[in-house]
T-cell receptor, first 117, second 114 residues
Framework: GAVVSQHPSRVICKSGTSVKIECRSLDFQATTMFWYRQFPKQSLMLMATSNEGSKATYEQGVEKDKFLINHASLTLSTLTVTSAHPEDSSFYIC?????????????FGPGTRLTVT | AQSVTQLDSHVSVSEGTPVLLRCNYSSSYSPSLFWYVQHPNKGLQLLLKYTSAATLVKGINGFEAEFKKSETSFHLTKPSAHMSDAAEYFCVVNGSGGYQKVTFGTGTKLQVIP
């Protein structure tokens, strides 16, 4: 149980275009989803926290107009990288938590490799 | 506030010898602690977690970790390294108390020498 999927697993796009990444919790309802970014050979950096039906909370230094997050349902969150540039190339990982009281374990998706040319 | 420190960025062991990956944490609340493994170009896989039950936690693939409150440590161990253990390992803390965010350590790259 507790499976999180991401789509696509890899995407290549041209500079200036927008890319949408989906994160789905397959067998549980996710009250909260998180989006992380991982640069090569580095740890994961939290970008934003999204709760179903409300606006995402962005970490300091993350441009909310560039990284649009929508958490429209309890099983789906999307991250849209708008007007992508080569420096946005990275590994993006989402996680989801059912938010059961006393247990905040996050279940991670397999990640999406974004390359902007 | 919460933080986690992985003391070694790289650890190299010979196949068949013990593995020790170190992790120290700080948290204002009773923490939950996790170890994740990441193979190259892959997502994160949960190895084990501590959530205030037994202090010695057994995980998958022969890994285990011991929560030591007095030392604020949660070191990951395995008696005998296998080639397939070569990967990046992340120690993660969640301070609980209603605070859902987790904090990642900087990671330890484990190299296993044949």
């Amino acid at each position: 149980g507790a499976v999180v999927s991401q789509h696509p697993s890899r995407v290549i796009c041209k500079s200036g275009t927008s890319v949408k990444i989906e994160c789905r919790s397959l067998d549980f309802q996710a009250t909260t989803m998180f989006w992380y970014r991982q640069f090569p050979k580095q740890s994961l950096m939290l970008m934003a926290t999204s709760n179903e039906g409300s606006k995402a909370t962005y970490e300091q230094g993350v441009e909310k107009d560039k990284f649009l997050i929508n958490h429209a349902s309890l099983t789906l969150s999307t991250l849209t990288v708008t007007s992508a540039h080569p420096e946005d190339s990275s590994f993006y990982i989402c996680s989801a938590t059912p938010g059961i009281a006393g247990s905040y374990e996050q279940y991670f998706g397999p990640g999406t490799r974004l390359t902007v040319t | 506030a919460q933080s986690v420190t992985q003391l070694d960025s790289h650890v190299s062991v010979s196949e068949g010898t013990p593995v020790l990956l170190r992790c120290n944490y700080s948290s204002s609340y009773s923490p939950s602690l996790f170890w994740y493994v990441q193979h190259p170009n892959k997502g994160l896989q949960l190895l084990l977690k501590y959530t205030s039950a037994a202090t010695l936690v057994k995980g998958i693939n022969g890994f285990e970790a011991e929560f030591k409150k007095s030392e604020t440590s949660f070191h990951l161990t395995k008696p005998s390294a296998h080639m397939s253990d070569a990967a990046e390992y992340f120690c993660v803390v969640n301070g609980s108390g209603g605070y859902q965010k987790v904090t990642f350590g900087t990671g330890t790259k484990l190299q296993v020498i044949p």
